[in-house]
């Protein structure tokens, strides 16, 4: 089995930063594209920054520029830098991986539970 878990959600003001970070454990080989995704209440859920294994990236319009993401293969953890927070940043914010398992053929995609973020003054 394999469990990804966010820390670092909380409440800031306007303008303010926070620091994502998601831990992945379990039978892994290998993990490939991993992101962070976000959903605001009463909205679909919705990607916010992925970055390869090779370190590409890619962001949504609204957070680029202020925002980034990050990763450490050799503790499988990938990181969300956020900036000058704006309170429509506010949402519960997943991490998501594609993970090579032990005796699994192929990639498997899985979710963490979400840490909420609450952009308010």
């Known amino acids: 089995q394999v469990q990804l878990e966010e820390s670092g959600g909380g409440l800031v003001q306007p303008g303010g930063s926070l620091r994502l970070s998601c831990a992945a454990s379990?039978?892994?080989?290998?993990?490939?594209?991993m992101g962070w995704y976000r959903q605001a209440p009463g909205k679909q859920r919705e990607l916010v920054a992925s970055?390869?294994?090779?370190?590409?990236?890619n962001y949504a319009d609204s957070v680029k520029g202020r925002f980034t993401i990050s990763r450490d293969n050799a503790k499988n953890m990938v990181y969300l830098q956020m900036n000058s927070l704006k309170p429509e940043d506010t949402a519960v914010y997943y991490c998501?991986?594609?993970?090579?398992?032990?005796?699994?053929?192929?990639?498997?995609?899985?979710w963490g539970q979400g840490t909420q973020v609450i952009v308010s003054s």
């Open positions: 998501n991986a594609d993970v090579g398992r032990v005796g699994v053929r192929t990639p498997l995609n899985y």
């Open positions: 379990g039978s892994i080989v290998s993990i490939f594209a």
């Open positions: 970055i390869t294994r090779g370190t590409s990236t």
